[in-house]
């Protein structure tokens, strides 16, 4: 097993030193930090970081795995634009990580909006080009802590609204439990909330947040009550979201989205001052009284108030009912054999 062991660490060892040594022969040139060319009359940098390109994920592999067209060092054409699709494709059988995200990519927003020709991000944006590290790296730019300001690059002012959320904040502070623009939007495949099976179409929404907010573990840690999900779904809204009444109010009617604050908060649409406009966008003539209720309230524990009286009174009321019905039918039918054995006596 020892030598099995030094044999693959050898092997891999002499694969490595290879990978460096004809890779060399592309950064001769493209090591070099003034490397650039004019193109379309605007300075273009060639610059590629060896040191950062060997921290990446792509780092055993060659220049020419890409550049497949490459054959001739220096190269008089110019190479042909690659994309991640050669290697990352469904049924890949040479190692890349695939998944169907990649694939999913297509029929995402950014991917439609690419087919037609419109400015959208594609791989690269955001995984970037020859520096790509694993999502766990915190120098990733698709790591937790990373993914707004990469996602930032061109949703700024979204961005700027997340910051000073209470997602922001929290993610601020290094706390990864929070939710971020992938948590809610998905990664590859984000698609418009109109759509049926968008993370964040109406009747989904409850689902998506409810993946955090419904997590016992995460919401004790955080001294966050995770009991809202449940009262939100047996309430009106959440039961006529079930029965797919999709204007029925959904987590974000109420608490925003991007900017999302706690209700302690002045500018929060559920601070106790902003509660009669919040639900007068659907309750047109709603009054300072709303601010007076409670909210995501459960009907069976007293934190519900006088809801909880009403309801105990309705439950055992209702059972009380059926109980003496059934007494009443038990009654009857025994007094209607009785009578019956009394005839046949006579």
């Known amino acids: ?90 049924g890949n059988v040479v190692g890349a990580p695939v998944k169907e995200m990649p694939e999913k990519y297509k029929e995402s927003v950014h991917g439609r909006a690419k087919e037609k020709g419109k400015k959208a991000p594609d791989c690269i944006d955001c995984h970037t080009t020859h520096y790509i590290r694993y999502h766990s790296d915190t120098l990733s730019t698709i790591h937790k802590r990373n993914i707004p300001l990469t996602c930032g690059k061109c949703h700024m002012k979204i961005v700027e609204d997340y910051s000073s959320s209470i997602h922001g904040e929290a993610l601020k502070k290094g706390i990864l439990e929070t939710a971020v623009c992938s948590d809610c939007h998905q990664e590859h495949d984000i698609l418009p909330p109109e759509d049926p099976r968008s993370t964040l179409n109406p009747k989904n929404v409850i689902h998506t947040c409810e993946r955090c907010h419904a997590d016992v573990t ?77 909210y995501h309230i459960i009907a069976e524990e007293k934190e519900a108030g006088i809801v909880y009286y009403v309801y105990n009174f309705f439950k055992w009321f209702t059972l009380l009912v059926i109980l003496g019905l059934v007494i009443h039918i038990i009654l009857d039918l025994t007094g209607r054999a009785m009578k019956k054995v009394k005839k046949k006596a006579e």
Do not use: W
């Open 1 to 90: 097993m020892k030598k099995i062991v030094v044999f693959t660490l050898l092997f891999l060892n002499l694969y490595s030193q290879d990978i460096v040594s004809k890779n060399k022969r592309c950064f001769l040139c493209h090591g070099k930090e003034d490397y650039k060319i004019i193109e379309n009359g605007k300075v273009k940098s060639l610059y590629v970081s060896s040191a950062e390109y060997y921290q990446s994920v792509h780092k055993d592999m060659l220049c020419t795995n890409c550049h497949y067209d490459v054959s001739t060092i220096p190269h008089l054409r110019k190479p042909k634009k690659i994309h991640c699709l050669q290697c990352h494709y469904a």
């Open 218 to 294: 995460i919401m004790k840690k955080y001294g966050v009550p995770v009991k809202q999900v449940e009262a939100f779904k047996e309430s009106f809204h959440g039961v006529a979201l079930e029965y797919g009444v999709v204007r029925a109010a959904n987590c974000v009617s109420c608490h925003g989205f991007h900017d999302i604050l706690p209700s302690s908060d002045p500018r929060s649409p559920i601070h106790p001052k902003n509660l009669a406009k919040t639900c007068g966008k659907c309750h047109p003539g709603a009054s300072e009284n709303v601010a007076k209720g409670k």
